[in-house]
């Protein structure tokens, strides 16, 4: 049978090489970057590739020939189908059927989409432009998700898709439209490839020239910064990241690896100092906790993922930024209180924290905090520290790091341990627990991988017995911890779990049931999917695990950046979120005891900070008296309805600014100054239950003594007036839109209203009766002429006073001839111009515009009017033949 | 020219639309995906959503750069042509001509538009319209330009424009568009031109004719060489009032004074000629049907360029007897004036064959299917014995539709799915039936006819 050609072999080849090439490496591009974020991908990128471009391939050199796309694309998907169906049911076990199942429904799925594509580049000329635009979109919200925001990593997954979206529109047209009679045709090719490159590349280079405020602003805002240290190389899968300014925040996506240990020297990083007021009952042994970050809540179906779900009901995650809030000021939230739904043995404590490398933006605290104040560094230690704030949070006295980290031998924190179990043990159900929450807390979806994970936490529980929920947790604590018959460990630790990335729901499956080597955040995903599949409310927190390992500075604790850490929250009714760690210790790495630094020298409490402007300085007595505003006391913050005069007393202060130490004589009338206190006569004035701002100022020792003034440099005041705006709002779409729309629409009013503008133009040169009699007949005349050729009476090919003879005076009735007469005198004769030719001139022009308006009906002239061709083809005479 | 339907006028107008589908299509892919974006979008603050603005928004810029730089591209040559147009300065110059190839014949369109400025990245692109407002598919000519030449303002290519009917054509009108890089734009302008050509018959291997001469004609012609001509006097006559003065032999006056003339020489009459006939007698009036009006009257012409081709091969002295009044096209060579009334013919219901047919002098006969069987019959009677009959089966002019085609064509898009429209419109069609009832009916009679019968 002879199969006809649609193609010739030239545009054959010009399909494979310029479409289907740049297509396939494409293709790879986004599987690779997609394989971080969908499990189902399993990291095979290089395979898929194949199968994806063997389809393409395929499917390009199969519908060069005359084969038609309907029938023969329902015999592949017949052909697929049946073989999905046959492995399907040949038995191979359960798990395997499953992931060799889905194995050949990815291979089958990309394979058709090679071939699909692959005929829409032959046939379908429509699909490049479906395949464009649904790659471009696709691409923007995988690279959206980059764990790592940095400009260049953004640019360099991005453009490529940019690029290529619009190059395969250009060259699959170009391919189409080619002459197959072409003699030159690679040359013909590779010019316009050459120049669309060129144009391409110019237009990229110059967006991301114009936009690399914007990219560098993102980055600089949430990503690990740009001066980020070589050897972090990889990246994009840690705790912590490098910011813009210099210091360490933890990163916001929950992919987290140990490969930073080839960098120990690194991990040796202390990122800061804190004090922690929790003691044991006892009053004197410190009790560590966890200092959490972030939550993790929301599992994300599209990413297979947890993610950080700002929307998540009863929020009780108080995340301030520390260096927003004004020096000693307090930023307080109460609402988390409420929404963290515990009564049950809080505690509410004060924690002090003193960064070293974390960012000054961040805030990182144990739960449930919900009050943040920046102090001052210690003038000491101000070169050690960066930045410093206090805390307070409502805290349970049930969690604490011991609670992980061995207490084992020691007697103390076992009973401790089990007290709290006995504790916990009295939650019976959840009854009572607000719906939503629940079905938040406990949401897990729904497929054959999951259900397996299910299975299995079932399992765990029904070997041990547990009956109670917190028996149930320890019960899976103790799965990660047990050991084989062989006397080794199940799990294990590992930096290196094998491909680095985001641990995803499918890579979890693989870690719980296949490689059993993780780090802590596979152990705390991996749990949290066994807790919500037993219907226990869990969370993942991540943020730093807490030592204690200074028996000389009790309550202090340092956090390296090692210290970085993912573990999970239970929840019980009425004692809140508790933390449980699944983690199974790391037991290659050589437990070295941190030989802690000597701790800042703990700040005095500051009882008193007011701000508000100099009004009189007594320089002699060393007085200063100020209006203040604003007043922060014990640490209750009060705005002050009026400006209250209060006269300080700064005989022992430290005066400061911006640039650094200053004095009392620095500081001049009108002043904006925060003055501190730490005075003991107002430690012994505390505020009463029903204190007003007023009352409490009254009471005040007068002078009030300050331990410390700072003087706000104008800059910082205003700053401090343009953070309360809003915070620039992301891109507004529509706005662009309409602004665009509005932009062409005006464009084109323009364009049609042309030639009626300039019609105006000439009518007001003409009637205004400026310059002498010649300017005056010109000015008529091209009135005249204009306004007849845009009403459809043109000169055509004779002149205008053959025009005017024959056409225009017979028509309109008008003393077209007579003014042509006069005005060629005008222009050729140097015979001066009479009365006659005056009254000629005169009478000629408004007459003739308003005869011809007369005769012609609106709806004639309009239309006429709007056509911007009569006007340029009035502007460019023909010659005169 | 009749006045053009709705239908076409709209085509018409819709040819000077200044963008494409494309562009639609791009804006509703790009709608889309805004909408599937704006789905993602959780509008709170993290380092996903900042992306996603910041990506966005260079995706809107990159697309209205491009945008804006592909409407340019067009619209400033769009522009200049125009003024130009406006002016006078533009000229077109379009030739046809005809590239024979094995077997068939490439229609080459060569044209020349200067000045006119290529888009920048763009596409150049031209329809021709003809014979009343039909439309050429839009086609890119072969580059003819200098290689690494630019820029230049004078367009030149060759197109080679296949055309489904042999007949002539009228160019009428050239629209030129401007497309820019991405096909999104699509200005367009038309220009009036004037061209004439016909497209010819292919020739086709036909099996040697054989076939006997007829004495046609009754030659009166002087021998124009004077030779020695034996026996005196024999053929001489004595010269009369009326005979040419200049035939006087003089040789004869000198001798004995008489005025002799020669007399005429009158050549018998020989068998030196073949007369062809080819009737485009419709007389079962079903050729009407696109089938036969296309690919039916393409191959009957066809049969009949070659029957006269293979003749002429042969060495006989053909005379095409045409069956139709049509214009005498610009050609002087007998054969060329030959193929072009062929390629003019059309299906015709008026006369009868009998009527046509020189019964005494034809040698060759061509009928088609469409001759009806009655007139068929009555040629036999009159025709003389050693005259002969092309018969030639439109049946066998179009591709039939069989099980195994049926499974091809499940299988397999044809060439031109408008072919297979037709053909299966004139399956289902009376005039089929009929037309294969005359076919069969004349090919039973001349079986049984004593005059020689070919069949085609």
Redesign the interface.
Known sequence: MNIGRIHSNRKLFAQLVLLGIPTIFLAFYVLKQGNDFYAILQNDWIKQTIYFGSGLLAALFFYAFRFRFITTAAVLIGVLYTGYKIIGNVSLGEFDAFFVSIKFFLFAFLFSLGWFTGFGFSRARYYTIGWSVFLLAAMILVVSHIPEVKASTIITTFVPTLAYSFYIIYMSELIRNMNEDEPSFAWYIMKRFLAFAVVAGMIIAGLLFWFNKDFEGVEKEWGGGGKAKEGQGSGGNKLTKQDKDGGVSTSNSMGLDGSNQNDKNKQKRLLFVSKLDNYFNDGKSPNPLYYITNYFTKFDLETQQFEIDSAMPYNDHFNPDPSKTRLFFTKTDTSVLRNMLATKMRKTIDAEVYKVMLSNKSFTAPATAFFVQPITVPKEDSGKYNSAYRAKMNVSALNSAYFVYNPAGNKELEKFQEERFAELRSVKDYAGVPADFMKYYTFMPRSAEFDSIGVLARQIVSKSGAKSYVDQIVALRSYFLSKDENGLPNYSYTDNPGVPGMPSANKLTYFLFQTKKGYCAYYAGATLFLLRALGIPSRVATGFLTVDRSAKNPGWYFFYEDQAHAWVQCYFPGYGWIDFDTTVPNRDQQEAPQPDETPPLTMERAWLVANGKVETIDTAKKLMRISMSKMVYWDDPYELTHNVPVTLDVKIAKFTKDTGVAALSDVKIGNEVVAISYAEAFKKLPPREDDSAMGIIKRFPDPAPVDEVKIMSDDEVKKDEVKKEEPSIPFNWQRTFWITLGSIGFLLLLVFALPWLIFRYLHAKATSGNGDLKQQAYNKFMAATYYLNQVGYNRGEGTTLQFARDVVDPTFKTQFTAFMNTYLKTKYSSQPLDGYDEKIINAFYPKIWQDVKGQLPAKTRFPRFLNIFRTIQFFVKPKLK | METPSFGTRLKYISLFIPFR??LL??LV??F???L???A???????????????????????G???LI?SLLSVLIPWMIF??RK???AVTVKIDTAVKEMEGNAKQLVKMKVTPLLHP??G?L?YRLIYDGQKLSPK?????QRL?LQFFSATQEG???WSLPEIKEYNIEKMVVYFED???FFSFSTSIKVSDTFFTKPAKKDVSDLNLAPKKTEEENTRIEELRRVDGEYLNYKNFENNDDVRRILWKVYAKNKELVVRTQEILDPFASHIYLYASYLDGIKAGDQTILAQKGLNYYKTSIWSVYNQLKKQGFEVRYIADQELKQGNVTNADAKVQYNISLSNWHRTGSLKEYVNAKVASVVCISSLTPVGQVNELLDTISKDASVIFIRLSNGYKKQGITKWL?W??????NEADNRNLMQWNMSNDKRKMMQNERAVADILKTADVKVITI
């Open positions: 589908l494309y299509l791009f892919g790009l889309l995906a805004k599937w974006l704006d993602n979008y959780t509008g709170v603050g993290s380092s996903f959503t900042a992306v996603l603005a910041l990506l966005t928004e260079i995706l809107i810029w990159f209205s750069v491009i730089l125009l003024i406006s002016n006078g920048p990245f596409f692109r086609f890119s000519t072969t580059d290689k060759l197109y080679n890089i991405f096909q091809r499940i299988f397999l898009q044809e060439e």
